[in-house]
Every structure is written in C-alpha cells, then in structure tokens.
C-alpha cells in the first residue's frame, strides 16, 4: 500500500481467531468467569519482546472480550505493556516475567550458541548469557519489572488491582528471578510507566500511597 510512511501492519489468521472465538463462546456457556491467556513476543512493526504490541493483538483481544471473555491477561515480550478496558472488560496486554531464572538452565540448543559465536561443546550456559548481545536480559531493567493482577467478580464489572513485581535484577544470577512486592519508589516507577502505556487506551490507572498496588 502507498503512502506517505513505511510501516509494518500485522493481522491475526482468521482460521486461528475463529478457532479461538469459539472456544471462548464455549467456555462463556459453561462457566461463571472466562479468562483468556495470550503468549505473544511480537511487538509493533517487525519488533520482537517490546512494549509497543503489534496490531493484531488489539484486534484479537477485541474479538474475545466480543465472544464472551471478562479479562484478557497477556504475557511473552519478557516486559510490561499497558491495560486497556473495553466494554468494561479488562486487557492486561502483558503483565511481563513473573519467574525469570533462564540464566540458570543447564543447557541450550546448539544454534543459541553459534549465534553468539560460541563453541556448543566447550561452552557453558554461563558464557553464554556473558556473551549475550547487548548484554542480555540482565543489562536491561524492563526486564526484571513485573505487576500481578488481582481480579474481583462480584455480577458487575470487574475491579482490577494491579501489584508491582520485582524480579531483583541486581541479586547474582543464581538468586535472581525469583518474584516479589516492589514497595518505594521501585514500585511507584513501575506502576507511573504502566499508567504512561496505559493512557493511550484511555486507561486511567490511580496509584496507591503506599506504591505497593495501583487500582
């Protein structure tokens, strides 16, 4: 398509939307509650693990909260993205790592290490995430940033209760990657840049004093 900037759109495969609407029509006639989960890497444009969500994710969510679901809780880019409501229904487009400990896997595939340069049979995982590009996961804090939802159901619409993470990014690689409640200023920055991703759906996310949750 011409126009008067490039970009990358991206649009879910209609046998899988279908396929996925009606199992959520299903799960809508046989239960009280339906939450749908979504594993999704792919980012805006032909990004890969960013906060921006590609367009066909919007589209999807969409679609299920239409079919039926009351809350959409995404995950898979490794960070936080931001909350839309539509309809009433909650979309929690990721929620980001709630276990991290891949640093301290045994082995990996042979590929994982040539892309890095590295002899699959002299080398250990440890060379590996040290040689990662750009650091790795662990020079990146984004990546060690989460919040849990906690979700209320009572015949209305949902509240939703969002409650920062921490994945305890400065801890040695065997200890780090294990969740917990970010109170402070650790949890207030993690919730003011959920609300900042928020606020482009319309979504209006108020803090707690104390910084543990944001309602």
Same mark, same amino acid.
Request: contains cysteine.
């Given at each position: 398509?011409?126009?008067?900037?490039?970009?990358?759109?991206?649009?879910?495969?209609?046998?899988?939307?279908?396929?996925?609407?009606?199992?959520?029509?299903?799960?809508?006639?046989?239960?009280?509650?339906?939450?749908?989960?979504?594993?999704?890497?792919?980012?805006?444009?032909?990004?890969?693990?960013?906060?921006?969500?590609?367009?066909?994710?919007?589209?999807?969510?969409?679609?299920?909260?239409?079919?039926?679901?009351?809350?959409?809780?995404?995950?898979?880019?490794?960070?936080?993205? &931001?909350? #839309?409501?539509?309809?009433?229904?909650?979309? $929690?487009?990721? !929620?980001?790592?709630?276990?991290? /400990? *891949?640093?301290?896997?045994?082995?990996?595939?042979?590929?994982?290490?040539?892309?890095?340069?590295?002899?699959?049979?002299?080398?250990?995982?440890?060379?590996?995430?040290?040689?990662?590009?750009?650091?790795?996961?662990?020079?990146?804090?984004?990546?060690?940033?989460?919040?849990?939802?906690?979700?209320?159901?009572?015949?209305?619409?949902?509240?939703?209760?969002?409650?920062?993470?921490?994945?305890?990014?400065?801890?040695?690689?065997?200890?780090?990657?294990?969740?917990?409640?970010?109170? &402070?200023? #650790?949890?207030?920055?993690?919730?003011?840049? $959920?609300?900042? !991703?928020?606020?482009?759906?319309? /979504? *209006?996310?108020?803090?707690?004093?104390?910084?543990?949750?944001?309602?």
């Amino acid at each position: 398509v011409v126009g008067e900037h490039q970009e990358v759109v991206t649009r879910a495969h209609p046998g899988d939307l279908n396929a996925t609407v009606c199992s959520i029509e299903f799960a809508r006639s046989q239960a009280d509650v339906v939450a749908v989960s979504i594993h999704c890497h792919e980012s805006a444009g032909d990004g890969w693990n960013s906060p921006e969500p590609p367009t066909f994710l919007a589209e999807v969510c969409h679609r299920w909260i239409d079919a039926g679901a009351d809350v959409v809780l995404g995950h898979g880019p490794h960070q936080l993205r &931001g909350v #839309e409501i539509y309809h009433g229904r909650p979309i $929690v487009y990721s !929620m980001g790592n709630f276990f991290f /400990t *891949n640093e301290s896997r045994a082995i990996l595939p042979p590929e994982a290490f040539e892309r890095q340069g590295l002899d699959p049979r002299t080398a250990s995982v440890t060379d590996w995430n040290n040689a990662a590009v750009g650091g790795g996961f662990s020079a990146h804090e984004e990546y060690w940033q989460a919040m849990m939802a906690r979700l209320v159901f009572d015949g209305g619409q949902p509240e939703l209760e969002l409650i920062p993470i921490t994945l305890n990014r400065t801890l040695p690689m065997h200890q780090r990657g294990m969740p917990r409640v970010a109170g &402070g200023p #650790e949890g207030t920055a993690i919730l003011a840049r $959920v609300a900042e !991703m928020s606020s482009r759906y319309g /979504t *209006n996310i108020e803090p707690d004093p104390s910084g543990r949750r944001a309602l």
